[in-house]
């Protein structure tokens, strides 16, 4: 009897679906990641197929909803970009590596992952993440911290990249990914997110369940993604201008 019901609860969680979604294995050699680090997430968690490979809409909808509690129509949006990075037209399913095709919506400037222009541009790399927690400071992200996190990493592109370029569209994700980090990861309606959240993340590509995150408790839409991404835009004034100095006139 006490041996039973000492054993009764780890049965149960060691049979709660060992390979279902929600349990985290790290990748295997096999498995194909990418770019994102939250999709590399989900699939290491199984809400996404845990190879990587041949994702279709139906699964994307139900992994970001089911994981993350974005609705379905946010869902169906982000997996139209998906499906346009497979290199085959008119696609109804993607691979995460697809994703890497650089200047299509992968782009320069990202937070954890360095230039294509310097080497390997799809994983994680933490000199470059180092350079982005140089700027995050403080335990909670804010809109502020976001702006120039991604200013920086802009700036340092520009400056050190011979190759930098950004479409319009890398822009909008650049600010689209660092809003996500707010909105999704963290809190829709205060603009922030526990600094740990997003390191726990992106270096274990793990849902961040053992430092106290969980998912939103309410349904997190493209409008929301958008007004925070609107935010971040007029909190990025940088370089700004030197205040007025009448000891020099040489613009004059
Ligand atoms: C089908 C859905 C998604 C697609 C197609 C997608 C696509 C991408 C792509 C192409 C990149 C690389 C951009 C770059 O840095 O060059 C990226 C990065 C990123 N994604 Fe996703 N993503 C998706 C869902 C999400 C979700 C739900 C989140 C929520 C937090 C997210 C967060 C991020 C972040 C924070 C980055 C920036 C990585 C960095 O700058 O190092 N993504 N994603
Ligand atoms: C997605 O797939 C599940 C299980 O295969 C199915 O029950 C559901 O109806 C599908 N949803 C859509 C929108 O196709
Ligand atoms: C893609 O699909 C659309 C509509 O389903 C079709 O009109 C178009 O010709 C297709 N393009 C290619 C390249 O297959
Ligand atoms: C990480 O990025 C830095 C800066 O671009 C680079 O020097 C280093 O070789 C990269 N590391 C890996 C493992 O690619
Ligand atoms: C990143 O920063 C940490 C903490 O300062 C340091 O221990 C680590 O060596 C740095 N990594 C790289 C690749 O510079
Ligand atoms: C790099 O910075 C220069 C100087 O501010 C600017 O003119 C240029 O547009 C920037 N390049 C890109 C690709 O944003
Ligand atoms: C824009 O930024 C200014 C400060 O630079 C701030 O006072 C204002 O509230 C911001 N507006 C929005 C809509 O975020």
């Not at 809400?47 to 994981?67: K, S």
């Not at 360095?114 to 982005?132: H, I, K, L, M």
């Not at 939103?216 to 929301?224: A, L, T, Y």
């Not at 993604?225 to 007025?244: D, E, G, Q, Y």
């Amino acid at each position: 009897m006490k041996f039973t019901a000492l054993l009764f609860p780890v049965a149960v969680l060691g049979a709660a679906c060992p390979y279902g979604p929600g349990s985290f294995e790290p990748e295997k050699e096999t498995d194909t990641r990418g770019v994102c680090p939250m999709l590399n997430a989900l699939a290491n968690h199984g809400f996404l197929p845990r190879n990587g490979r041949n994702i279709n809409e139906n699964q994307t909808v139900t992994a970001l909803n089911t994981a993350l509690n974005l609705t379905p129509d946010f869902g169906r949006f982000l997996f139209t970009a998906a499906r346009l990075s497979n290199p085959k037209p008119n696609s109804t399913w993607f691979n995460l590596d697809h994703l890497d095709r650089h200047n299509l919506f992968e782009h320069d400037g990202s937070l954890s992952r360095q230039d294509a222009y310097f080497g390997q541009w799809s994983r994680f790399n933490e000199t470059v993440w180092n350079w982005t927690m140089d700027y995050w400071t403080g335990d909670i992200l804010d809109v502020q911290i976001i702006a120039n996190g991604r200013a920086q990493r802009s700036m340092r592109s520009n400056l050190t990249n011979p190759d930098f370029a950004i479409s319009e569209l890398g822009n909008a994700f650049s600010y689209g990914e660092n809003a996500a980090i707010l909105s999704i990861l963290g809190d829709k309606v205060t603009e922030t997110c526990p600094k740990i959240f997003a390191d726990y993340l992106f270096r274990n590509e793990r849902l961040p369940y053992a430092v106290g995150w969980q998912k939103s408790k309410i349904p997190i839409e493209m409008n929301d993604l958008r007004n925070t991404i609107h935010s971040i835009l007029n909190a990025t004034a940088f370089p700004p201008l030197p205040p007025p100095d009448n000891s020099f006139d040489v613009f004059n």
